[in-house]
């Protein structure tokens, strides 16, 4: 049986024919007959999208016809299709050129996320010439596939099957793609949080922030002096203190993080800014929902930046804050409270808590005072005791052998700010920093520092406007900061988001902007893996295997797609329901494939 497509009085109808051979005794002869049935008019079925007609009749002829009604007429046996095509040596069917074709799930999520609609529209609105749309997307998706520079990303346009821009675009459209992203940061971000709330269950209860910073590839930071002799620097890009030691400019970046580990947006700051400094513009600044006072959240961060006047910030306007507090340097009555065994819940010999709860006042602009209540939690963890230990452990035995052995250890290696701080100040000399008598050295080693800071390993406190969590949410809430870790750590490996060759503010945001937008595909696969399968792949193996997915052209318009049976890959592809069978595609069969992909 096959389908027809059959016109009458101008309405296209859907109809089975099926042809058989019947005896004619008239012709004394077998002649072919068709038997037809009509299934109902074209309209009635038509799903809207592209290619109907096509992925109709490539459907039935699979077996899996994609309207019920056609259900019974298809053949239970399905003839596999034998392949007849001739390469002839000396032609460039000779030679294979397997193309990417990840892009296609990119573009379906694209979709879904609302980018590839709202670019559109503000491509229109801003009067833009160029394909705007077509640049964006080889820059979000090579950063997932293969990070490179701008201009090589470009050129990457021909490694995909149905490249993404005409091939005569003018490459150098790329840095106006940046100014376009940098304009309409905001927007993009507020849309695709629009859309995830809608579609994939966001949930902002509690909302993750970090800092992190990415040095750039150059030495280009120019500044000027203000009238008391401070350099005022004219670029985002400053000379800081960079994570990876580099003596390069560097520009910090914060991140939102929702509950289910992808970010919201991010804003970017100078180099030399303080992180607890970058918390408030940045909550002020992103989407619109976490702006609407209707709305309250909980806002989640390490001790770095929960100081400072951020919760307070967080009370005043309304939400609720849950950060680190630092245990070395919080006030001897807490101090004291902490390590006091009074109260402490054990759990086995390993860990112990307890909590407190106690009134907060904070003052407002107009000089009137707002009350709140703030619970601190405190535990020891015999794991993060290890753990610290083996971290400071060769720093400890500096300390060790200095006590044992001072005349062994110059001066000038005394003057290292971490040992400053155990040596007591009345024989350290102000001005040149050299210790006045090594011989005494022993005896300048505070030993009541060294043992005070060794009995505080392991101790962990946490404050909270939430008193109403129980002392495990509260931990449990805080140890999920680690996700937003591991964000940065994605960005700056497997997206690599750092070195950023770009100069301007604006191209080092737009950079910023389109490295998040990469990052949030990147774990909307991974959400949908989890939910599928209850596993995850990492960002890395991800990008190993969307790398391999590649269709190859062989001859007479056939195709074959490549490694679809690495098991990484199989993971992603099952995880949207997109079947492969084991067979040669044309290219009509492609065209079925974005329609069935199913993200929801």
Known sequence: MHLEIMDNNNTKYI???????????????????????????????DDGKPNFIERLKASFKAGTPIIKELEPYVSKEVNKEIYNFQIHEGTDECIGHPKLFANLLFDKLMDEIGLTSYIGSYKKYDKINYDVLGFSKLLIYGRLLNPQSKIATVNQNKDYYNEIIDEDSYKYNVFDTLDFMYKHKNAFFNRIDQVLRKKAKRTTNVIYYDVTNFFLYSDDTGYEFDDEGNKIYHSIATPGVSKENQKLPIVQMGLLMD???????????????????????SFNNSVDYLKDKKNRYIFVSDKGIGKGGNP????????????????????????????????????GEDFKIKSKTYEKVYKLDDGTELKSSEKMVSYW???????????????????????????????????????????????????????????????????????????????????????????????????????????????????????IFVRTDEHIIAHLTMCTISLILLRLIQRKITLKFQKTLSADRIQSALNKWKVEKLADDYYRFNDIDDSDLKLILDSFEIELPKKLYKPIDFRTLKSNIKLS
């Open 381 to 499: 963890s015999k794991k993060f005791y290890n753990r610290e230990y083996e971290e400071q452990k060769s720093f400890y035995d500096t300390l060790r052998q200095i006590i044992e052995s001072p005349e062994s250890f110059p001066s000038n290696r005394l003057n290292n700010n971490k040992i400053k701080k155990y040596l007591k100040k009345q024989v350290l000399n102000d001005e040149t920093g050299e210790i006045i008598d090594s011989d005494k050295l022993k005896a300048l080693i505070d030993i009541d520092k060294v043992n005070e800071d060794l009995s505080l390993l392991g101790w962990y406190s946490i404050i909270t406007s939430e008193t109403y969590m129980d002392e495990r949410e509260i931990i449990d809430t805080y140890h999920n900061l680690v996700e937003i870790e591991d964000q940065f750590r994605v960005m700056k490996s497997t997206l690599d988001t750092r070195p």
């Open 259 to 281: 509950e289910q580990g992808i970010p919201i947006s991010i804003e970017a700051f100078q180099g030399n800014t303080l992180d607890h400094l970058t918390m408030q513009d």
């Open 15 to 45: 109809r089975v024919a099926r042809s058989y051979r019947e005896f004619s005794k008239e012709e004394n002869k077998y002649k072919v007959r068709k038997k037809t049935i009509n299934i109902g008019p074209l309209s009635k079925f």
């Open 312 to 347: 307070r910030f967080s009370v005043i306007n309304g939400n609720g804050y849950l950060v680190s507090k630092s245990v070395r340097g919080t006030t001897k009555a807490d101090k004291k409270w902490i390590t006091s065994d009074k109260d402490y819940v054990y759990n």
